[in-house]
């Protein structure tokens, strides 16, 4: 995924956190996905205010993730929820 997309979610998607688990969803139509604690920190930071590098530098704050390989994997992550229609480029 491209650095210049500014990541957000969808009309249709939302983040919502279980009030019994603590677990966090990206729900969509129908389905549904739980994310790991890493997933849902992303999502957090995708509000079309920030592209994919500050999303990238900032999920791997105080990690030993060099940041060329947060980038790939975060840049990957997201690619594959726009390529869901869960995600959409611009300005919250």
Do not use: Q, W
Not at 43 to 62: F, K, Q, T
Not at 77 to 83: C, E, I, M, Q, S
């Amino acid at each position: 995924m491209a650095t210049d997309y500014f990541p957000r979610l969808s009309g249709k998607a939302r983040l919502r956190v279980d009030r019994v688990s603590g677990a966090t969803f990206l729900l969509y139509p129908e389905r549904g996905l739980r994310l790991n604690a890493t997933a849902a920190a992303i999502l957090s930071l995708c509000d079309g205010c920030r592209n994919v590098a500050e999303i990238a530098r900032a999920a791997s704050h105080g990690t030993d993730i060099g940041p060329g390989e947060s980038e790939r994997e975060v840049g990957t992550f997201l690619a594959d929820l726009a390529k869901r229609g869960l995600l959409e480029n611009g300005p919250a």
